[in-house]
């Protein structure tokens, strides 16, 4: 896979994490894009992305990841951000039930802003911290697929998965853009073979620190 800036690709996907704040939305994001990870991070506020070029079956494919911030007080402000989106990971935190239970309100809000057929993959992070789990890996592998989700236990510490996590859902997309006669969301029209955008006024400014 490449982590090239370059502005030549094929298809130019936006997938939005979602979650609590404190799960580690933000260091899978810098870990999948610049192999990096901070102890010290702080909560995002607001909106911020980050990109990556990989190939996808041949063909080049930029990710678009954007970043929510998980406190409910940013919520209003970051559901404009879910337009667009055509793939989402939906990141809780292995050690805290309470991240767990509440995956199911961020799945109802996502299903609200998004199509129907938008790739979804629940991510259980900091594996790392097996001694201190509170959510079984069973329990969230059978809700995952109660809902028609992928599901994956990532480290952004480590690294563990963080890879395979976001190759999986790009790939998936992919894939669905080559099967379907309908577009997945208004960004994407596999039938006319063209590129997928995400406008540039959709694009909010970086902010820093993260969750």
């Known amino acids: 896979m490449s982590t090239e800036s370059s502005s030549t690709y094929d298809f130019l996907f936006k997938v ?16 999948y894009t610049r192999k990096e990870f901070n102890l010290d991070s702080k909560s995002t506020i607001g909106v911020e992305f980050a990109t990556r070029t990989i190939n996808v079956d041949g063909r080049i494919v930029k990710a678009q990841i954007w970043d929510t911030a998980g406190q409910e007080r940013y919520r209003a402000i970051t559901s404009a951000y879910y337009r667009g ?24 809000e996502l299903r609200d802003h998004v199509d129907s057929n938008i790739v979804i993959s629940l ?49 998936d997309i992919h894939h669905i853009v080559f099967r379907s006669t309908e577009p997945i969301s208004d960004t994407i029209n596999p039938g006319r073979g063209e590129t997928i955008q995400v406008s540039q006024s959709q694009e909010p400014t970086k902010t820093g620190g993260c969750c």
Do not use: M, P
């Not at 994490?17 to 939305?25: E, F, H, I, M």
């Not at 989106?85 to 109802?108: E, F, H």
């Not at 900091?126 to 599901?151: I, P």
């Open 16 to 31: 939005v994490l979602l979650g609590d704040s404190g799960v580690g939305k933000s260091n899978l994001l810098s870990r």
């Open 85 to 108: 989106a055509v793939g989402a990971l939906l990141v809780y935190d292995i050690t805290k039930q309470g991240s767990y239970r509440n995956v199911q309100r961020w799945l109802k």
């Open 123 to 171: 991510i259980g992070n900091k594996s790392d911290l097996k001694h201190l789990r509170a959510v079984s890996t069973d329990e969230a592998q059978w809700f995952s697929t109660e809902n028609g989700l992928s599901f994956v236990e990532t480290s952004a510490l480590d690294a563990s998965n963080v890879e395979n996590a976001f190759q999986n859902i790009l790939t």
